[in-house]
């Protein structure tokens, strides 16, 4: 009797317990929606029990918002599951035509896969430099001297949509905003170097581009920024553009590097490696290009199944996903869901992607496709719409998984706290995991739209709300 007695007692203490940690969080989520900051603005918390997923706290659950880059932790979950742990893209290098006495006599092609990491410099693998080296060696080994032809970059499987529906002008020609391609090279991305005025309005003169954009135009309109004013630097273009704008300020005492959206990667790519086959003394006497270069003008492509001279192999996904997350790399994440689309839809498109991604959480968790009505894979879209409801549900079922620690680890930590960050446009969002201070495992988003006045004084004020799970 006395130990029914006791466990009842327990049961009762452990309950109150909860409902503590529940009116701690209500408490402080109250005074944060009263803030004046929130007057315009409308928020959204869901706080789950980690390992049986009971509510301990939610407000406006059920409502659809803006996520930014928290919805990266949903792309990635779900890549996790329908490509798994090991998932690989495969970047072909091969020739068309024949090998006769050193001549290749037809076209050395780099057929893409879908691989974001190609050339990327997180890697020791993936390298520009590395990558290419072994394909100048791969090119000799195979006895070619002299190439007839042209060097393709074969972009075909993603199609010619780069950039997924709802990124905005001021974002798609930013580094942030690369688009993906299924011959991605160096994350899509390039370098401008500037040299400010001597005084408050001069222009800012561009000193140097890394790599040179062959083909590509650059009006340079940017002015030199009030001493502390940083960057404000944007860079307009579209995809495969011949033109692009350099507009803004660049703050006079400012010394950093600023980068843009390589606008046609493929051919970026096939440029850079028959620049190194000269260099390094196999002549090419073709003008590189294209696939899609080469369907725009009614010409062949190439065989379906050109002879295969070196193989790269993408690091795992596990490695892909900690710098996705980490970084918040938007290219990743659209990669993946062009990728979940191809592998597990019926085409390589953001459109199928989110198809794929909607189903699966429905069958998975019983989430409806309206509570993760996405347009992308990476958040950078303000057209996006997810509850936090969802998004905390997700993160709680996946703990279970043989992989789940890779997908912790690539968690950011921000106020001391295992989470995922969003931010564009007044939007603000955290969402991850945190041990209570009684042991309990507690999975959380939270998200903001529409706020008025300094996103920094927002910020503290949800780490605020966020301080009262530890």
């Known amino acids: 009797m006395n130990l029914r007695l006791s466990l009842l007692l327990l049961l009762v203490s452990l309950n109150a317990f909860g409902q503590g940690l529940g009116d701690r969080i209500a408490r ?3 005074a944060f929606e009263s803030d004046p900051q929130l007057k315009y603005g409308i928020s959204s918390l869901t706080v789950l029990n980690g390992n049986t997923g009971q509510v301990v706290f939610q407000k406006n659950e059920n409502t659809g918002l803006a996520s930014a880059s ?3 932790t949903v792309t990635a979950a779900t890549a996790y599951y329908l490509l798994g742990p090991d998932f690989t893209w495969e970047t072909k290098l091969s020739y068309t035509g024949s090998i006769e006495n050193g001549v290749l006599k037809g076209d050395l092609c780099i057929s893409g896969g879908g691989d974001p990491t190609f050339g990327s410099w997180r890697y020791p693998a993936t390298k520009r430099e590395v990558i290419l080296g072994n394909w100048i060696a791969a090119v000799r080994q195979a006895g ?3 190439i007839e032809g042209r060097v393709i970059g074969d972009d075909r499987i993603f199609g010619s949509q780069t950039l997924p529906a709802g990124w905005t002008w001021q974002d798609m020609g930013n580094y942030y905003g690369a688009g993906p391609n299924s011959l991605t090279w160096h994350e899509n ?6 040299r400010p005025g001597s005084r408050t309005g001069d222009p800012a003169v561009l000193v140097k581009v890394d790599p040179v954009l062959p083909g590509v135009n650059l009006v340079n309109e940017v002015t030199t920024g009030k001493p502390g004013s940083g960057d404000n630097v944007y860079v307009y273009s579209g995809p495969y553009s011949g033109v692009i704008y350099l507009r803004g300020t660049y703050g006079i005492d400012l010394k950093k590097v600023i980068s843009g959206s390589v606008p046609d990667p493929a051919f970026q790519v096939a440029r850079e490696f028959a620049d190194t086959l000269i260099r390094t003394g196999v002549s090419v006497k073709g003008i590189s290009t294209t696939a899609r270069r080469l369907a725009v003008a009614g010409e062949q492509i190439m065989p379906e199944s050109p002879a295969v001279l070196a193989m790269h192999v993408s690091p795992r996904l596990p490695e892909v996903s900690y710098w996705f997350n980490q970084k918040s790399i938007n290219l990743y994440g659209e990669h993946l869901l062009k990728t979940l689309g191809w592998k597990k839809g019926a085409g390589p498109t953001t459109e199928e992607g989110v198809k794929v991604l909607q189903q699966f959480w429905g069958e998975r968790a019983g989430i409806e496709p309206h509570a993760i009505n996405i347009m992308d894979g990476s958040g950078l879209s303000p057209g996006n719409r997810i509850t936090t409801n969802a998004m905390a549900r997700i993160l709680q079922t996946i703990r279970t998984e043989p992989w789940f620690g890779s997908f912790y680890e690539g968690l950011p930590v921000y106020n001391n706290m295992k989470m ?3 931010t564009i446009n007044d939007v603000l ?9 009684s042991g309990e495992p507690l999975v959380f988003s939270f998200i903001v739209n529409n706020y008025s006045g300094s996103a920094s004084a927002v910020r503290q004020k949800m780490f605020k709300v966020l301080d009262t799970l530890k």
């Not at 991305?189 to 500037?194: E, T, V």
């Not at 969002?429 to 201070?437: D, K, M, N, P, V």
């Open 420 to 422: 995922k960050s969003g």
């Open 28 to 30: 402080a989520y109250a």
């Open 70 to 72: 928290t919805l990266k």
């Open 429 to 437: 969002g955290y969402t991850g995991y945190q041990t209570s201070s």
């Open 144 to 146: 070619i001297t002299r």
């Open 189 to 194: 991305q390039f370098d401008l170097h500037f």
